[in-house]
């Protein structure tokens, strides 16, 4: 582990027993086959568990739609990504000459899918308990800012919502192209409102934020608050 991989440690709380899966977590799939794509993948599901019962304990008088809302709000990449950069995560990751070239240091989707990438690497070395501490130290601030009345919902909800209230179906979205480099995909999606003869189409690095966008389109056309 590098001077400066122990300096992030320290930062996390955390001291691991196999420093090698920091370093993993800590390098981009631009760099090689080494990459922290499987700890990322980990990672999000013990972050969004994390969360879940963090929540649950915290605000035991609120409705499952209410507790999603706020999960969503905390596990979303501007959540990530805020908190990699509090973090200084840029000055650790290990890019490929071309992504490092194009600034990947600061970019929003690597910060993000690298911080998933240690909270998989912290569970893969110590285990739930110590992921979970982890997660909870980095978010702490998050946590207390945390206001359930004033959670605003997301587009796709607050879409689907407009369309349930008045007995619509349920919007369909469509992934028509998925182009760029590998470590650099461009998604854009269409979404399918029931009654309406047009489409409105979105865009993003990832489907997810691709259908937020179709969706926050839609809601502007019908009204939908």
Known sequence: MTDRDTGLARVLGYEFSDPSLLRQALTH???????????EFLGDSVLSLVVAQELFVRYPDLPEGELSRLRSQL?????????????GLGNHLVLGEGENRAGGHDRDSILADALEAVFG?????????????????VYAILFSALDPGRVEKDPKT???????KRGLAVP?????????????????VECHVSGSAEPTRG???SRRQA????????????GAS
């Open 29 to 39: 799939r631009s760099a090689g086959r080494y990459n922290n794509e499987r700890l």
């Open 75 to 87: 596990v979303c990449g501007e959540a990530l990504t805020s908190r990699a950069r509090v973090l």
């Open 121 to 137: 690497a912290v569970f893969k070395d110590g285990g739930f308990t110590a992921a979970q501490k982890v997660i909870l130290h």
């Open 158 to 164: 607050r879409l689907q919502e407009f369309l349930q």
């Open 172 to 188: 369909l979205y469509e992934t028509i192209e998925v182009s760029g480099e590998s470590h650099r995909l461009r998604f854009i």
């Open 203 to 205: 865009e993003g690095t």
């Open 211 to 222: 259908e937020q966008d179709a969706a926050a389109k839609a809601c502007l056309r019908l």
